[in-house]
């Protein structure tokens, strides 16, 4: 079986938050089959914390970031479009560290105290957050500009947190990063040297313009068929974010404290859907099926975890039936090596417990 060595592809710094399906490994691979095609023009159908669409943009691609999330907006708008000085980001960023914190909205419902925790924030970073939240709305700044300043605080309020990387519960005792004080950071932008669009919309509307190569890396929940999908839904694991970019103290309900437009029946995507159809298969499979038959796009490069509760080989044949399948990756952690993975040969074990990764490349 053929060997491919990508980890010292030169892949340049991202940044990016704690974030369930991070393809922050994954990026030497992605980029390494991207270059396998020559094109110039990629559309990141499912940005999240956009450290893909950071690399490939660093790779000299252009570049649209797409998501549904406030979060990866705003993160694509720092990291894609800004074009701001440093230093005028950082006179910025010294006076919101120069703040005194005080008890305000987010303090009262994130903000914890004592020796248990049960809550994402210590007091005293919460009571910081409330001061430097609603000093930013003072300022008057512009969208992008105003994206920059709200990385660097989703990015240092990451650091201090009490949780294991989402908001649905949290630790029931501090961790150890959750006492150090919070302080914003300059986010490590890079030079803009290629065209880059930052859209916040559905993926089936992204996919209808003209892009060289799709990536999809869209949600596909557990494979734990005793878990309910609706304990695998983004909107509901990072409702925080949400809230900290829009400063738009909404109603909130539970134990964690979510956004009252975090329920499940609001707040769902048709790729968080594992139910299975009337047709027998996976209504979420059915959905990824039609976004490729869809997109508009000379080639479909799609992530895939063995983690994920759909079948590879339906995900293969999905592919087949949309295009030519120019090949299928199985990417190993342990051996840092991406292999060509034969359809004729046996899938992984699925009682394996090493995760792996598999990208799927076709030319539509």
């Given at each position: 079986?053929?060997?491919?060595?990508?980890m010292?592809?030169?892949?340049?710094?991202?940044?990016?938050?704690?974030?369930?399906?991070?393809?922050?490994?994954?990026?030497?691979?992605?980029?390494?089959e991207i270059?396998?095609t020559g094109?110039?023009?990629?559309?990141d159908?499912?940005?999240?914390?956009?450290?893909?669409?950071?690399a490939?943009a660093q790779?000299?691609?252009?570049v649209?970031?797409?998501?549904?999330?406030?979060?990866?907006e705003?993160?694509?708008?720092?990291y894609?479009?800004?074009?701001?000085?440093?230093?005028?980001?950082?006179?910025?960023?010294?006076?919101?560290?120069?703040?005194?914190?005080?008890?305000?909205?987010?303090?009262?419902?994130?903000?914890?105290?004592?020796?248990?925790?049960?809550?994402?924030?210590?007091?005293?970073n919460?009571?910081?957050?409330?001061?430097?939240?609603?000093c930013?709305?003072?300022?008057?700044?512009?969208?992008?500009?105003?994206?920059?300043?709200?990385?660097?605080?989703?990015?240092?309020?990451?650091?201090?947190?009490?949780?294991?990387?989402?908001?649905?519960?949290?630790?029931?005792?501090?961790?150890?990063?959750?006492y150090?004080?919070?302080?914003?950071?300059l986010?490590?932008?890079?030079?803009?040297?290629?065209?880059?669009?930052?859209?916040?919309?559905?993926?089936?509307?992204?996919?209808?313009?003209?892009?060289?190569l799709?990536y999809?890396?869209?949600?596909y929940?557990?494979n734990n068929e005793?878990?309910p999908?609706?304990?695998?839904?983004?909107a509901?694991?990072?409702?925080?974010w949400?809230?900290?970019?829009l400063?738009?103290?909404?109603r909130?309900?539970?134990k964690?404290n979510?956004?009252?437009?975090?329920h499940?029946?609001?707040?769902?995507?048709i790729?968080?859907?594992?139910?299975?159809?009337?047709?027998?298969?996976?209504?979420?499979?059915?959905?990824?099926?039609?976004?490729?038959?869809?997109?508009d796009?000379?080639?479909?490069?799609l992530?895939?975890?063995?983690?994920?509760?759909?079948g590879?080989?339906?995900?293969a044949?999905?592919?087949?039936?949309?295009?030519?399948?120019?090949?299928?990756?199985e990417?190993d952690?342990?051996?840092?090596?991406?292999?060509?993975?034969?359809?004729?040969?046996?899938?992984?074990?699925?009682?394996?417990?090493?995760?792996?990764?598999?990208?799927?490349?076709m030319?539509?």
């Open positions: 079986m053929q060997r491919i060595l990508y010292n592809a030169g892949i340049h710094h991202t940044e990016g938050i704690k974030y369930t399906g991070s393809k922050l490994r994954l990026l030497p691979y992605i980029v390494g270059e396998r094109i110039r023009d990629v559309l159908a499912f940005s999240g914390t956009t450290r893909v669409s950071q490939l790779s000299g691609y252009d649209t970031a797409n998501d549904i999330s406030e979060w990866s705003v993160f694509g708008n720092c894609l479009v800004s074009s701001g000085q440093d230093r005028f980001y950082q006179e910025i960023i010294d006076g919101l560290n120069a703040l005194e914190g005080y008890d305000g909205w987010f303090s009262e419902n994130y903000g914890g105290t004592g020796p248990e925790g049960k809550r994402p924030f210590q007091m005293h919460a009571r910081k957050l409330d001061a430097i939240r609603d930013i709305d003072t300022l008057g700044l512009e969208w992008v500009d105003k994206c920059v300043i709200l990385t660097s605080l989703i990015l240092a309020l990451d650091s201090v947190d009490n949780t294991l990387g989402h908001f649905v519960s949290y630790l029931s005792g501090w961790s150890r990063r959750s150090r004080d919070l302080k914003l950071e986010p490590a932008r890079f030079p803009i040297r290629t065209r880059n669009t930052v859209l916040k919309g559905d993926a089936f509307d992204a996919v209808k313009s003209h892009h060289d799709v999809l890396d869209p949600p929940g557990s005793k878990m999908p609706s304990r695998v839904r983004y509901s694991y990072y409702h925080f949400k809230t900290v970019i400063n738009d103290r909404p909130l309900f539970g964690a979510r956004r009252d437009d975090t499940d029946s609001e707040s769902g995507s790729f968080e859907e594992f139910r299975r159809g009337p047709d027998g298969k996976f209504i979420a499979m059915s959905a990824i099926d039609r976004l490729i038959s869809e997109a796009a000379d080639y479909i490069l992530s895939y975890s063995s983690g994920g509760r759909a590879r080989e339906e995900l044949d999905i592919m087949s039936s949309n295009g030519t399948l120019l090949s299928v990756r990417i952690y342990r051996k840092n090596v991406m292999s060509d993975f034969s359809r004729t040969r046996e899938w992984t074990n699925q009682n394996d417990r090493v995760h792996k990764e598999y990208l799927f490349l030319k539509k």
